[in-house]
């Protein structure tokens, strides 16, 4: 039988949906101080930002939980009084450190911005999903598969030697003679977790059938060993399809109001020979930055 193989994303990244808090001041915001280390305050929004996006319960348990969670906020400034003693503030570690921290932060900031200005799906809206996407709901699948795992090989065009392949087995020799490190191990694949028009082909493989899936910057070759029934509905089936829905609604919106603007600041960008971006076929090469030799 001749095999198939489909390179198919699993996931996409998903996008915080947590409210925005305080922002523009550019300062902490004050509030009941809990505790003081050293003499400086650790407030009560110190404490629930710590705790931000934890499902807390109620009662002693969350007492529990929340003075864990305090400990860990004066253990952190107690270990940072102590480097900066060290004077390791005033490292170029450290400043390139804080750049990239401050960026990530302001990155998710942007993405809890758009999410908390997208419409939320309605209730109607979610049951028409669940009833049109079966393979997440009343037909989900948790399938247990024989997989290997492997690095993108840096000529991403060696991924075609793959195409003629027909077991694990042959993969395997194929990347023992690319001297390419690989993983096997069994694993699972939730369809609740896959894009729907991914599980219906994976579903409908024929047994024995290897398909292949770019995953997390790696590449898995996979095998379906069994499959077991476990049906999402009522009230968690909802959930789940508002979440999805909510998703994707923050991902349109993400992309109709960044993607053009990040495109156009892009063209602005210089880079040193060699560090550009690889260009598509005909398009003209990036100028390098003013006073950058052409050879370095």
């Not at 509030?31 to 400086?40: L, N, P």
């Not at 109607?124 to 989900?140: D, H, M, S």
């Not at 392949?165 to 977790?193: A, F, H, M, S």
Request: charge should be positive; aromatic fraction near 4%; glycine fraction near 6%.
């Amino acid at each position: 039988m001749r095999k198939t193989f489909s390179f198919m994303l699993l996931a996409s990244a998903a996008i915080s949906l947590a409210a925005c808090g305080n922002g523009g001041s550019g300062s902490v915001p004050e509030g009941q101080t809990i505790a003081t280390v050293d003499g400086k305050d650790v407030t009560i929004h110190e404490l629930n930002a710590e705790l931000k996006g934890a499902n807390l319960p109620s009662g002693a348990q969350r007492k529990l939980i929340e003075q864990a969670a305090l400990q860990r906020i004066v253990d952190r400034k107690i270990l940072a009084d102590l480097a900066r003693e060290k004077k390791l503030d005033d490292s170029p570690e450290f400043q390139l450190l804080k750049q990239r921290a401050e960026e990530a932060v302001l990155v998710e900031l942007l993405q809890q911005n758009i999410a908390s200005q997208t419409k939320k799906p309605t209730l109607q809206e979610a049951k028409t999903f669940i009833a049109g996407n079966p393979t997440l709901f009343a037909n989900r699948k948790v399938l247990t598969v024989d997989q290997i795992l492997f690095p993108v090989p840096s000529d991403q065009a060696k991924l075609r030697e793959l195409a003629p392949l027909k077991t694990l087995t042959d993969i395997e020799k194929w990347l023992i003679d690319n001297g390419i490190q690989y993983r096997r191990q069994p694993t699972q694949l939730d369809t609740l977790q896959v894009p729907p028009e991914l599980s219906t082909k994976i579903l409908n493989l024929p047994a024995g059938e290897v398909f292949v899936v770019p995953t997390n910057g790696a590449v898995a070759a996979n095998v379906i060993t069994d499959s077991k029934a476990q049906p999402v509905s009522g009230d968690q089936a909802t959930a789940v399809a508002m979440n999805i829905l909510q998703n994707r609604a923050v991902a349109a919106t993400a992309a109709k109001e960044l993607e053009a603007e990040v495109k156009k600041r892009r063209e602005g960008v210089k880079y040193q020979t060699g560090f550009a971006p690889p260009k598509p076929a005909g398009a003209p090469a990036a100028k390098p930055a003013a006073g950058v030799p052409a050879k370095l």
